[in-house]
C-alpha cells in the first residue's frame, strides 16, 4: 500500500518562500511519477508541478520560474520548493502518484495525500 503525506505548508508573505515535502511510504519514490496539485477556496484541483519516474518534470505557465519540483531518492521524498508566492498561489496543497506521467498530470491518479495547507497573505 503507497501512502502520501505532505508537510511544510504554513502562512507565508507575498514575496516569500515555503518547501513542501511529499514523503512517500510503500514504494520507492522513482517509481512512480509524483505530482503536486493545488486546490484554492471554492475551486477545482489544478497541477502546480510534476516529476515523472525518471526524472522528467513539468510546470504550467503560473508557476514557471518561480516553483522547483525535486527529489531525494534516500529519503523517499519529492519537494516543491515555492518562491516569489503570490495570493493566488493560496489553496490546500496534495501530492499524488501514478505510474502514468500522463495521466498523473491530467488529475488521474492512485494515490493521494491528505495535503497541506497554504496561505499568502500579507
Known amino acids: 500500500q503507497v501512502q502520501l503525506v505532505e508537510s511544510g505548508g504554513g502562512l507565508v508573505q507575498p514575496g516569500g518562500s515555503l518547501r513542501l515535502a511529499c514523503v512517500v511510504s510503500?514504494?520507492?519514490?522513482?517509481?512512480?511519477?509524483i505530482g503536486w496539485f493545488r486546490q484554492p477556496p471554492g475551486k477545482g484541483r489544478e497541477v502546480v508541478s510534476g516529476?515523472?519516474?525518471?526524472?522528467?518534470?513539468y510546470y504550467p505557465d503560473s508557476v514557471k520560474g518561480r516553483f522547483i519540483i525535486s527529489r531525494d531518492i534516500s529519503k523517499n521524498t519529492v519537494y516543491l520548493q515555492m518562491n516569489s508566492l503570490k495570493p493566488e498561489d493560496a489553496g490546500t496543497y496534495y501530492c499524488?502518484?501514478?505510474?502514468?506521467?500522463?495521466?498523473?498530470?491530467?488529475?488521474?491518479?492512485?494515490?493521494w495525500g491528505q495535503g497541506t495547507q497554504v496561505t499568502v497573505s500579507s
Open positions: 499524488a502518484a501514478e505510474e502514468v506521467f500522463a495521466l498523473l498530470l491530467s488529475g488521474t491518479a492512485g494515490y
Open positions: 510503500g514504494k520507492s519514490v522513482d517509481y512512480y511519477a
Open positions: 516529476i515523472s519516474s525518471d526524472g522528467n518534470t
